[in-house]
């Protein structure tokens, strides 16, 4: 059986810019934006946050900043309605995150 190695093959006679390049597409294609939410969506992500702010309960959040997503994970110590930000107390610091860079919010049940 004829086993192939995909674009492994041809790297090798590539100029290190082609390969640049074709690093930079695979980005592009895996680069997925958020999707606008609705109504419905922004008030369960409201809830979610103020129940998890008045009972001190971890939550994990999915960040989308800069083209990038990211999690982060810990305790809503503050909400600042003018500027727009919560503060979240992870293990290792605390952390300003933007209303909107969070994209959702999951409380996490039986963390101390």
């Known amino acids: ?8 093959k041809w790297t090798a006679m590539m100029l290190p810019e ?3 390049r074709l690093r930079d597409w695979e980005k592009e294609l895996a680069y997925t934006s958020p999707k606008e939410k ?3 969506e922004l008030e369960d992500l409201q809830q ?5 702010y008045k009972q001190k309960l971890a939550v994990t959040f999915s960040i989308f900043k ?5 999690v982060e994970f810990g305790v809503i110590t ?4 003018a500027k727009k930000q919560l503060l979240v ?3 290792t610091a605390v952390k300003k995150l933007d209303f909107a860079m969070i994209q959702a919010a999951q ?3 039986g963390y101390d």
Do not use: C, F, P, Y
């Open 38 to 40: 609705t109504e419905w």
């Open 107 to 109: 409380v996490v049940d």
């Open 18 to 20: 082609h390969i640049q």
């Open 78 to 81: 503050a909400l600042h309605l």
């Open 48 to 52: 979610t946050i103020e129940q998890a």
């Open 89 to 91: 107390e992870t293990e």
């Open 1 to 8: 059986m004829n086993k192939d190695r995909g674009t492994i």
């Open 66 to 70: 800069q083209g990038t997503w990211s």
